[in-house]
Antibody
Framework: QVQLQESGPGLVKPSETLSLTCTVS????????WSWIRQPPGKGLEWIGY???????SYNPSLKTRVTISIDTPKNQFSLKLNSVTAADTAVYYC????????????WGQGTLVTVSS | QSALTQPASVSGSPGQSITISCTGS?????????VSWYQQHPGKAPKLLIY???DRPSGVSNRFSGSKSGNTASLTISGLQAEDEADYYC???????????FGGGTKLTVL
């Protein structure tokens, strides 16, 4: 059974960089697409972007200038960096495995709340 | 504003059937059979219910079914149960800039 677990700071100051890591267990990261998805409190889901096991990436254009997603296959981990954060970036951040044309997310992490505040 | 439009809320009584719609465009739902549906209980991660319009992952009850007509996809839940009370989201691949789009979510209340 594939499991994903997010880790990283729960509080980030405005203008700084949000950094999260997702650790994949129960399966190899060396296939599939690996995505980050966020959900502001009380709101809907927003896809941030994915990294393919080969290292290729694709991002939501609305966040593209601030986002970097990378993969570390020996550690079975992938990571998210979002810079120049504001209060609007406060959300629960999920990591998920993408299948199909990468738009179907069959395994999700439990999510981690990141609050942007001074 | 979400790229896919869902009703904010639906409700039904135990044992009844309900349908949640998800309306997109010719760039997403109308163009591809890559529509998925997710169930999210409060404080929990979303769970995949339906993929590729109408396929169910192993372990998902056959009370959940999906369909598509034109630019609109639908999720039907039959034999409503109390544990079905949750938020439901659709999503699709899109050839527009965002690549992956979600609906705004529908809150299902079991009366």
């Amino acid at each position: 059974q594939v499991q994903l677990q997010e880790s990283g700071p729960g509080l980030v100051k405005p203008s700084e960089t949000l950094s999260l890591t997702c650790t994949v267990s129960g399966g190899s990261i060396s296939t599939y697409y690996w995505s980050w998805i966020r959900q502001p409190p009380g709101k809907g889901l927003e896809w941030i972007g994915y990294v393919y096991y080969s290292g290729s990436t694709s991002y939501n254009p609305s966040l593209k200038t601030r986002v970097t997603i990378s993969i570390d296959t020996p550690k079975n981990q992938f990571s998210l960096k979002l810079n120049s954060v504001t209060a609007a970036d406060t959300a629960v951040y999920y990591c998920a495995r993408g299948v199909g044309a990468y738009e179907t997310f069959d395994y999700w992490g439990q999510g981690t709340l990141v609050t942007v505040s001074s | 504003q979400s790229a896919l439009t869902q009703p904010a809320s639906v409700s039904g009584s135990p044992g009844q059937s309900i349908t949640i719609s998800c309306t997109g465009s010719s760039s997403d739902i109308g163009a591809y059979n890559y529509v998925s549906w997710y169930q999210q209980h409060p404080g929990k991660a979303p769970k995949l219910l339906i993929y590729d319009v109408s396929d169910r992952p192993s372990g998902v009850s056959n009370r959940f079914s999906g369909s598509k007509s034109g630019n609109t996809a639908s999720l039907t839940i039959s034999g409503l149960q109390a544990e079905d009370e949750a938020d439901y989201y659709c999503n699709s691949y899109t050839r527009s800039g965002t690549l992956v789009v979600f609906g705004g979510g529908t809150k299902l209340t079991v009366l």
